[in-house]
């Protein structure tokens, strides 16, 4: 019976079912509230609902429409809420990323078709775009204003989430854990040794990371610096903690999925941070597989009234630990005495990745094994674009190829992807190994280096030269002993197809009795052949006959047009008198 009610739980997860939305009559998100999607599968159609903290009543914000066995879900600046389709439904099938208007229950489609394949995990960053995790295809990077893709890493992943740096971490069912650059896509291991079965992920304000394990039914907490795990919550036979969140109290919350449990009761967890013990805020009513989860962000705990890391001090100014009212925690990696980036020191001074107390990291990107600005160097001393172990970012003013700055125009930026740059510490993109990116105007035409130069094919072209055009080609083309642009007379740019235009080519070609614009004389060793032609204002002309009269318009068309009419009117009016 037990494999069964299995596949008959597989099945619905995976069929799915579609309806047209059936929209709230008015939800209002405060802060603290929890939002979770819910896959209804064949039974009933996908839901986004939410959960209220205190007591657990569910109330439905949306249903069915562009739906599609939601799973991730995040809530972005304006109090949107945005999901993620495990796969298209019905008619909407290509539609991946929706975003949702909670007082309405109205649904957009902010991305559809592209790169996605099954979609899983969501993640905004503090600008709002919006980073998802596909299984198949990779990290999918999603502007929320065009829904334009392009694909961050090729790391199919489960879960996703930002860390307090503001990298990227994310989750491999197969057992590993990455963590990333956003802007650079640059990825490397935290661990790979989870046990199978990794999916959601969090990380806390001191930079702990938690991740569910659902073959296992239990979360892990993962030093972020050396990968070391310890066990945090479960095994469990009560509950299957999938995607995690963690709310503004610093609560791992986890959707309760049904993956491993007969019978199953999905439902909403809150485990506590220091504890690891689970209570249950939510279950049944209308929930049936709750797969995504996330928390209305609160007031930050540097303005919310509570001492919350015990301290006798409560909120800015009072609390050392906060830099600012706005400050998402009183205890900062930097005062929260654990070693967070494993160096063996903690908390300023000690740790020299603390600039201060308030220090949101002991890693900062100087100071956190990860070659951020994908130079091939990580970190101080060894990345020249570090000052310091503080230093909050690898690129530096000081060194052209390391500014972050296209600073030649030609489309690449910085060692090594601007072939100008030998090196980062390198002071500028230009390189005298080039024609095409030296700086120096090379075959005499006004033009300098790629792309401004049409004879230049890339940044490294050897030469401003082109075989492709008459008038950059280096060669004589039509006899007259001047080549190329400017010098002949015959090219009015560097791109000229010819050198040797109607009006400049020696030649009578309407048979009018005028040549070219100077009557030949440019072709003829400065000798003129004949007058110039009346059409030939210049020497780039390309045709030497006067233009075709035109029927279309004009006054003297139209009195053609109005004689005869004007003499059939006459003749008429004798005959009638």
Not at 103 to 131: E, V
Not at 241 to 250: Q, S
Not at 331 to 346: E, K
Not at 444 to 471: I, Q
């Amino acid at each position: 019976m037990r494999r069964v009610v299995s596949s008959l739980a597989a099945l619905l997860l995976v069929l799915g079912m579609a309806s047209s939305a059936t929209p709230s009559s008015g939800v209002t998100l405060n802060p603290g509230d929890i939002v979770v999607t819910d896959i209804g599968g064949i039974v009933r159609t996908d839901q986004i609902i939410k959960v209220d903290p205190a007591t657990g009543a569910q109330t439905v914000i949306t249903t069915g429409g562009l739906l599609g066995s939601p799973v991730g879900v995040a809530i972005d600046g304006s109090g949107q809420i945005l999901v993620v389709n495990q796969r298209g439904a019905g008619p909407n099938a290509d539609v991946w990323i929706v975003g949702i208007d909670p007082t309405t229950g109205g649904q957009t489609a902010l991305a559809s078709g592209g790169l996605f394949q099954r979609g899983l995990g969501i993640a905004l960053d503090s600008g709002g775009n919006i980073f998802a995790c596909d299984s198949n295809a990779g990290v999918i990077r999603v502007d929320p204003v065009s829904g334009s893709q392009s694909l961050l890493t090729s790391l199919g992943c489960w879960g996703i989430t930002f860390d307090p740096n503001g990298k990227l971490l994310v989750t491999q069912y197969s057992g590993g854990l990455f963590r990333g650059d956003p802007g650079t896509g640059s990825f490397a291991p935290v661990t790979t040794s989870l046990p199978s079965g990794a999916f959601g992920v969090a990380a806390d304000a001191s930079g702990r990371i938690f991740v569910a394990i659902i073959s296992t039914n239990a979360v892990v907490a993962v030093d972020p610096m050396t990968g070391a795990q310890s066990p945090f919550f479960g095994p469990s036979s009560s509950y299957t903690a999938g995607l995690l969140a963690i709310d503004a109290g610093g609560r791992i919350l986890a959707a309760d999925q049904f993956f491993q449990l007969e019978p199953r009761v999905a439902g909403v967890l809150a485990i506590d941070p220091v504890t690891g013990v689970a209570t249950t805020l939510s279950s049944g009513g209308n929930f049936f597989d709750v797969a995504g989860i996330a928390a209305v962000p609160g007031l930050p705990q540097c303005n919310d009234g509570i001492d919350n890391d015990g301290d006798g001090r409560i909120d800015y100014p009072a609390d050392s630990g906060c830099a600012s009212a706005t400050g998402s925690t009183e205890s900062p990696a930097c005062q929260d005495g654990i070693d967070n980036d494993g160096d063996g020191s903690i908390d300023y001074p000690a740790d020299p990745g603390c600039a201060s107390p308030t220090g949101s990291t002991e890693s900062p990107a100087c100071d956190d094994g990860i070659d951020n600005d994908g130079d091939g160097l990580v970190d101080y001393p060894a990345d020249p674009g570090c000052s310091s172990p503080t230093d909050p970012s690898e690129k530096s003013p000081l060194f052209a190829c390391d500014d972050g700055i296209d600073n030649d125009g030609d489309g690449l930026v910085d060692y090594p992807a601007d072939p100008g740059c030998s090196s980062p510490t390198d002071l500028s993109e230009k390189s005298p190994l080039f024609a095409c990116d030296d700086g120096i105007d090379n075959d005499g035409d006004g033009l300098v280096d790629y792309p401004a130069d049409p004879g230049c094919s890339s940044p490294t072209d050897l030469s401003e030269k082109s075989p492709l055009f008459a008038c950059d080609d280096g060669i004589d083309n039509d006899g007259d002993g001047l080549f190329d642009y400017p010098a002949d007379p015959g090219c009015a740019s560097p791109a000229g197809n010819t050198e040797s235009p109607a009006c400049q080519d020696g030649i009578d070609n309407d048979g009018d009795g005028g040549i070219d614009f100077d009557g030949g004389a440019s072709a003829n060793h400065g000798v003129p052949l004949s007058r110039p032609d009346d059409q030939c204002a210049t020497p780039f002309g390309v045709d030497e006959a006067p233009p075709p009269l035109s029927l279309g318009c004009g006054l003297g068309v139209e009195l053609a047009l109005a004689v005869p009419l004007l003499g059939w009117l006459r003749t008429r009016r004798r005959r009638l008198t």
